[in-house]
């Protein structure tokens, strides 16, 4: 077909052919590279990221190519993408087929050759990433898994985990997330008529606590408690 040859000119039919093209060739080589090569993105989203800068850039950096083709090509490739992301959503076949299911490299201490092959990932990268989570023996994990995005799930086995509030039975707070009330010496009155505080109490707990002024602020949190925490220019 003439659109796969280079020539001065293409028809709008034509920019539409070749992006469509494209766009599933692209889908093609993600998989057979594999998740390591795309890291932290799934074939489809690959796909359309490696293009679209790469087609917008040309036109910009060269006077001699029009808009039109960039143009066409980009909406075909985002409507291609849509319409990946809802058969993703929709049929499950798809959702397989554009994401790979996770593979095994870890089991009950030991680890998976036929797994690691899988992934193409070695020994050496799961170690590190082992030491990454501050674990330094391969026999202390139940499970380690490639994920299709690129990175790894692990999980220790039960007797290995880190003592927890929950698992000595002991009673704790409610998550509690602090509010910003002072930023850059300036406060956030939004922040304060949530909580019921007035201006007036930060100002004299900022006297009182600190002996201190609002401008000399940083950064100044409160919690439920009503423990403020301020950090101040230094």
């Known amino acids: 077909m003439d659109f796969f040859q280079s020539q001065e000119t293409l028809t709008s039919l034509e920019w539409v052919l070749r992006a469509v093209v494209t766009f599933f060739f692209l889908l093609i080589v993600s998989r057979v590279l ?15 990221a490696l293009v679209i800068g790469n087609i917008i850039a040309h036109p910009l950096s060269d006077a001699k190519l029009g808009l039109k083709g960039s143009i066409i090509t980009t909406i075909v490739l985002v409507i291609l993408y849509l319409g990946g992301i809802f058969i993703i959503l929709k049929w499950p076949w798809f959702r397989r087929l554009m994401t790979p299911a996770p593979i095994t490299v870890v ?3 030991e680890i998976i050759s036929k797994g690691l092959k899988k992934a193409r990932i070695s020994i050496d990268l799961l170690l590190e990433e082992l030491r990454k989570k501050k674990i330094e023996d391969v026999k202390k994990v139940a499970l380690a898994m490639w994920e299709a995005d690129g990175k790894f799930s692990i999980f220790l086995d039960p007797k290995y985990e880190s003592l927890t509030p929950s698992s000595i039975q002991l009673e704790t707070q409610p998550f509690d997330f602090p509010k910003t009330i002072i930023k850059e010496g300036k406060i956030n009155s939004k922040e304060l ?4 505080k007035s201006e007036e109490w930060v100002i004299s707990s900022l006297k009182n606590l600190y002996q201190t002024e609002v ?7 409160l919690d439920s408690q009503d423990n403020l925490k301020v950090f101040l220019y230094k």
């Open 34 to 48: 594999g998740q390591r090569a795309i890291s932290q993105l799934r074939p489809l989203d690959f796909a359309i």
């Open 107 to 109: 089991q009950n201490g």
């Open 215 to 221: 401008k000399n602020v940083l950064f100044a949190t």
């Open 193 to 196: 008529k949530l909580i019921q």
